[in-house]
C-alpha cells in the first residue's frame, strides 16, 4: 500500500499502548456497527493465548486517520472489529482483578447512541451493577454478546489462564497505519470493503522497506518488482509490464536479473504501464472476459500456472536463503518453522540485529532494502523456473505437476509467452536427454510436496531455492531434491531400526520409496504421479470386520502399510488383502506404488500367506531399495 504516511508499532499492554489515555478512536458514523460474533472473538482469543511469550506476536493492523484540532484523536478507517474486541477484553481483564489500573475511555462510536452508552459504561455492565429499565434499554446488544463470548471463553476453557493470557498479551502488537491528510476516507473505506481487501504483514512489510529508499522514483520501482513478485499465479516475468519485461529479462524475457541495483536505472522513469489494460469502451462489449491464461504450449494450448505457496511464505523462504547467502549474522536464528504470523517479527530479527560483512544492516537500511528487493525478484526467477507448479490447460480443473520455464515467440509487439519444460543446464543438454532428467525432478519435487503439505515445514523449497543459487550446481538439483527425501527417510525410520511405527510412519518414507520405484521402472509406472495421498493404512487390517478372520500381532510392520487418500481409506475399511482386492482392484492399481506391489502379491497368494511369509518379503525388498538409496547419507 504506497498511500501509507505513517506505521506505529503499539502494543496492547505496557510501554506505548494502543488505548493510551491520551489517544482517543472514534468510529465514524460510515462504518457498520460492532458485528463479531462467538467465532470471531474465541479465535482471537485463542490466537493470543497460543503464541510465544519470547517472541512479539503481530496480531494485525488498525488504519485511521488523524482528526485535525484535535490531539491524539483518530477516526478508524479500517480494522474498528478487531480493536473493539481488544477494548472489551481488556475492560473485562480489569473488572476480573487481573489487569491492574483502568484502560479509559478511550473508544466511541460517533452516531450511534446505543454503542456509544455501552462502551461509556461498560465496567458497571461487566460488573453486574444494578441497571434502571432506561439504561437497560440503552445498551448495545451486539456489544453484550461479545462480552458475554469473551466472559464464557474464559469461564469454560480449561486451557486458558487469566494471568498467563494477561503476560501474553505484553508481547502482542497492533499496527497504527496513519492515511495522508487529505485523503476522501469514504470512498477510501469503500474501496477496503468492496474488494474484501485487508492490509496483511507483508503490506506493512512493503512499506516499511520502501520508507528505507530516500528517492521516490527508487520507491517506485521497488513497488513494482515487489508487486510482481507478490502475484503468486504464473511467472514474475509476466507480472511486469511488456517495457520493463525487456530490460529486466531481455528479448527472450528469460535471463537472470541484474545483481546490482545502478544496473536497473533504465527502469526508475518506468511508470505503471496501461498497455495490457482493457478501455472502458472494450470492456463494455458483449463478448469482453477476462484473460486469465498466463500463455501457450508448444502445441498452441493455452496454459495457466498455480504456485504450491502463497507470498508471505515465499518471502520467509527468500529471507532464510537471504541469510544464509549473505552469511548474516544474527543474535538469535530465525525460528524453525515458516510462520506466516511471524513474517514482521523475522525481517525485524535480520534488520536490528543482523550483520554482513561486520556491518550492521541497521546502520545502512537503504542498502538491505536495495539488496533484498534484488534478492526477492532472483529467488522468484529460480523458484518459478525450478521449482514445479500445478499446470492447467484448456478446461481442465485437476491440473497436473509442472516444472516449465518461459521462452518467446513472434516478435515485437506481437511477442507473446510460451512454455517448455524447464532444461537442467546439463552440457550438450538437448530434448533427448532433458526430458526424462526434467520428469525425474518433476517427480522428487511432488514426492516432496505431498508429504510435507503444511507451509510452515516445506524446508525442501529453502534448501533447493539456496542451491540454485550457487554457481554452476543447476544440473544437480534432481540429486539434491533425492538427497532431501533421503535424509529424511533415514533419519526419522532407517536410523531407528523399528519397522514396526504404523500408521505414525512418515509419509515422506513411503514417498520417496514410490519415486524410486517409479525411476527403476519407469516404463511400467508410466502412468504413476504424486497425488495427496495423506492417511497411513494397513494392508491387512487392525480390526478384522465381524471376526471373519484372524487379528495379527505384526501388523504396524512396514510391510503391511500403504499410503492412500482417506476417501479410499473410508472403503478399504477393515476388509482382509484378499477382499480388499476383489471388491477395489482398480483403486488398487491406480494407487501408489507399494500399494500395487501389495495388490499384485496378493492376487498371487493369500491372507493366510500374507502373514506367514509374503508381509517380511515384501518389506526387506523395499527396505533394501531405501537403504540403498541412503547410503550415502
Not at 478512536?25 to 519470547?54: C, F, G, H, M, T
Not at 508481547?171 to 469503500?190: C, G, K, M, Q, S
Not at 509476466?238 to 529486466?248: A, C, P, V
Amino acid at each position: 500500500m504506497d498511500t501509507i504516511d505513517m506505521v506505529e508499532e503499539l502494543k496492547i499492554l505496557d510501554e506505548v499502548t494502543i488505548f493510551d489515555t491520551n489517544a482517543h478512536y472514534v468510529i465514524p458514523r460510515y462504518q457498520r456497527a460492532y458485528a463479531w460474533e462467538d467465532k470471531e472473538i474465541v479465535q482471537l482469543i485463542d490466537d493470543i493465548n497460543d503464541i510465544d511469550s519470547s517472541e512479539n506476536y503481530y496480531i494485525g493492523s488498525l488504519v485511521v486517520s488523524k482528526i485535525q484540532g484535535k490531539a491524539e484523536t483518530y477516526e478508524v478507517v479500517d480494522g474498528q472489529q478487531r480493536l473493539t474486541t481488544l477494548f472489551l477484553l481488556l475492560q473485562y481483564l480489569v473488572s476480573e482483578g487481573v489487569l491492574e489500573g483502568e484502560v479509559g475511555q478511550t473508544l466511541t462510536f460517533d452516531c450511534r447512541s446505543k454503542s456509544k452508552y455501552t462502551l461509556s459504561n461498560i465496567q458497571q455492565i461487566l460488573t453486574n451493577k444494578k441497571l434502571s429499565a432506561d439504561q437497560e434499554e440503552s445498551i448495545d446488544q451486539s456489544i453484550l454478546n461479545g462480552i458475554k463470548a469473551i466472559r464464557q471463553k474464559f469461564t469454560s476453557d480449561k486451557g486458558l489462564n487469566k494471568d498467563e493470557f494477561v503476560s501474553r498479551l505484553q508481547h502482542v502488537i497492533l499496527y497504527r497505519i496513519e492515511v495522508p491528510e487529505h485523503t476522501d476516507l469514504n470512498r477510501y473505506f469503500e474501496i477496503m470493503n468492496t474488494r474484501g481487501e485487508q492490509l496483511e504483514q507483508h503490506d506493512i512489510l512493503k512499506a516499511r522497506l520502501m520508507r528505507f529508499l530516500n528517492n521516490r522514483k527508487e520507491q517506485e520501482l521497488f513497488s513494482r518488482i515487489w508487486n510482481a513478485c507478490s502475484d503468486m499465479t504464473g511467472y514474475v516475468q509476466m507480472h511486469f509490464s511488456r517495457t520493463e519485461r525487456e530490460k529486466i529479462f531481455n528479448g527472450e524475457w528469460n535471463d537472470w536479473p541484474a545483481d546490482e541495483w545502478d544496473e536497473y536505472s533504465d527502469c526508475l522513469d518506468i511508470t505503471e504501464d496501461s498497455e495490457t489494460n482493457a478501455t472502458i469502451s472494450e470492456i463494455i462489449k458483449p463478448r469482453f472476459k477476462v484473460d486469465n491464461v498466463d500463455g501457450i504450449l508448444d502445441d498452441d494450448t493455452h496454459i495457466r500456472f498455480e504456485s504450491i505457496i502463497e507470498f508471505p511464505h515465499f518471502l520467509l523462504h527468500a529471507l532464510r536463503v537471504f541469510v544464509e547467502l549473505y552469511d548474516v549474522s544474527l543474535k538469535k536464528d530465525l525460528g524453525d518453522l515458516l510462520d506466516d504470523k511471524k513474517l514482521i517479527a523475522d525481517f525485524e530479527n535480520v534488520i536490528k540485529h543482523g550483520t554482513i560483512d561486520d556491518e550492521p544492516i541497521k546502520d545502512n537500511r537503504e542498502n538491505f532494502a536495495k539488496m533484498f528487493i534484488i534478492h526477492l525478484l532472483q529467488t522468484r526467477y529460480l523458484f518459478d523456473m525450478f521449482i514445479i507448479k500445478r499446470e492447467f490447460t484448456g478446461e481442465d480443473k485437476e491440473g497436473e505437476w509442472s516444472l516449465k520455464e518461459v521462452h518467446t515467440s513472434g516478435q515485437a509487439s506481437k511477442k507473446k509467452a510460451y512454455y517448455s519444460n524447464t532444461k537442467l543446464r546439463y552440457e550438450n543438454e538437448w530434448e533427448k536427454t532433458y526430458a526424462p532428467r526434467n520428469k525425474e525432478c518433476l517427480m522428487i519435487q511432488s514426492a516432496l510436496r505431498v508429504s510435507y503439505t503444511s507451509p510452515k515445514v516445506m524446508h525442501w523449497i529453502t534448501e533447493l531455492i539456496l542451491w540454485l543459487f550457487e554457481d554452476n550446481k543447476i544440473a544437480e538439483l534432481t540429486n539434491e531434491a533425492e538427497g532431501i527425501a533421503a535424509k529424511a527417510t533415514k533419519e526419522n525410520f532407517l536410523d531407528g531400526e523399528d519397522y514396526k511405527l504404523g500408521v505414525t510412519t512418515p509419509h515422506i518414507v513411503f514417498n520417496f520409496l514410490d519415486y524410486l520405484l517409479w525411476k527403476n521402472n519407469k516404463n511400467t509406472y508410466s502412468d504413476f504421479e504424486f497425488e495427496f495421498r495423506n492417511s497411513v493404512e494397513h494392508w491387512y487390517p487392525q480390526n478384522p470386520s465381524d471376526g471373519s478372520f484372524d487379528s495379527w500381532d505384526d501388523k504396524d510392520t512396514f510391510g503391511n502399510l500403504c499410503i492412500i487418500s482417506r476417501s479410499v481409506n473410508s472403503k478399504f475399511s477393515n476388509l482382509s488383502p484378499e477382499s480388499k482386492m476383489k471388491s477395489y482392484s482398480k483403486m488398487v492399481k491406480k494407487g501408489s506404488l507399494k500399494l500395487r506391489i501389495m495388490g499384485d502379491i496378493i492376487e498371487k497368494g493369500s491372507n493366510d500367506k500374507w502373514i506367514k511369509s509374503q508381509c517380511l518379503e515384501h518389506e526387506e525388498e523395499m527396505i533394501e531399495i531405501l537403504k540403498e538409496a541412503c547410503s550415502n547419507i
